[in-house]
């Protein structure tokens, strides 16, 4: 054969080894973009739903705190409006001396100012 059908058929085969893997390639990204659609889709419907939900719920709250301020308000619920007659103060208790360990010691003088309980 002469050399230029030689190249011609070399051509040929390399040109359709190019079109496959531009075929491949294209249904590659078709598939992964057809995925993609379908789990933002998914993932969209879930937001939604759930904003729905907050919807649902704020508006539940809402109603439950109007109802039971309605209910506080009534003569027979037996709750009294807070006055500054009415306040309760309680007196801290008074510091308990109890025992110490040398461990407890180093502990209250290493962070002095950080709270030792509630």
Do not use: C, D
């Not at 054969?1 to 294209?26: C, D, K, N």
């Not at 919807?55 to 009534?74: C, F, G, H, M, V």
């Amino acid at each position: 054969m002469p050399l230029w059908i030689r190249f011609l058929v070399q051509l040929h085969r390399g040109s359709l080894v190019v079109t496959f893997i531009l075929v491949i390639t294209a249904l590659a990204v078709y598939g992964s973009t057809v995925y993609t659609q379908q789990l933002w889709s998914k993932e969209y419907r879930k937001l939604k739903t759930l904003t729905r939900n907050e919807r649902e719920i704020a508006a539940t709250t809402a109603s439950l705190e109007n109802q039971l301020a309605l209910s506080a308000e009534r003569p027979e619920s037996g709750l009294v409006p807070q006055t500054p007659s009415n306040t309760i103060f309680l007196q801290p208790a008074p510091q308990r001396q109890g025992s110490t360990t040398s461990s407890n010691v180093q502990t209250v003088e290493a962070a002095p100012n950080t709270p030792l309980g509630y």
